[in-house]
């Protein structure tokens, strides 16, 4: 029996980017990276026509370059700084700043890729169809997505806010962050539109040096709707126990070290009429 959807948290790309650091976002460049090349290693044919759906500041496009030099490839985001350094640093790359949610492609592509992007959007079970019939015949959807929202780092951030001064704030914004589909669902959804079909979980286990890290990970993401409504010394009491607890929760070292643990859901869905 198929589950009830669970719908994706609202949140936009934009949304989480308006302050995006840099240099934050790239500290944790190499650990970012790693699921995009793991789902990139699924793709099983070479497309002539990809979308990176949800670029970011282009990492994953890069890859997808390296990997299919020949291809003709659109890389679509709705964040300005982010495709800015995306730009900066693929100077020749076709850009598109659109809504992620509302994008449509001007020809079926071979392949959409959308690494770490289709988690902030609502409807799944509409959203993942459309992007199946967006393809051309034997194209693939290939989709990874955080699935975290029950992990200490995030769980924590609804639990604080739901418990100080701030609570009359933050409390609404917590209570809207939904999680993702299940596997069940997805397979539900995919598998009537697919001539192939793979599913998989991965939890990559990261060591950090501290919870500060875990902070600096969050800082421009998860974190900002429940900071940025608080004046400073708020904001300071929640980062304080936001801290406190994640030291507790991930069980640190007498050093402050920790393993930071990051679960993964990856789709791969093969549309009929393969390509070789």
Known sequence: MMEAPRVADAQTEASLTTEWDAALYFKFGAERAQPAHDLLARVDFTPRRIVDLGCGPGASTRMLMDRFPQAEIVAVSNSEPMLAEARRSLPGMTFETT????????????????????????????????????????????????????????????MIAADGPWTSRLAPIAETRAVIGTHIDYYNWLKPLS????????????????????????????????????????????????????????DADPDGSLLFLYPRLFIYARKGGAKT
Do not use: C
């Open 99 to 158: 809504d992620i949610a509302e994008w449509r492609p001007r020809q079926p592509p071979d392949l959409i890729f959308a690494n770490s992007s289709l988690q902030w959007l609502r409807k799944h079970e509409i959203l993942f169809p459309r992007l199946m019939h967006d393809l051309a015949a034997g194209g693939a959807l290939a989709v990874q997505m955080s699935d975290n929202l029950h992990e200490p780092s995030h769980s924590l951030m609804r």
């Open 195 to 250: 001539d192939k079909l793979d599913i998989w979980e991965t939890t990559y286990v990261h060591p950090l040096s501290g919870v500060d890290e875990v902070v600096d990970w969050f800082r421009s993401g998860a974190l900002r709707p429940f900071l940025d409504p608080l004046g400073p010394h708020e904001r300071a009491e929640f980062l304080e126990r936001y801290k406190r607890d994640l030291a507790d929760a991930y």
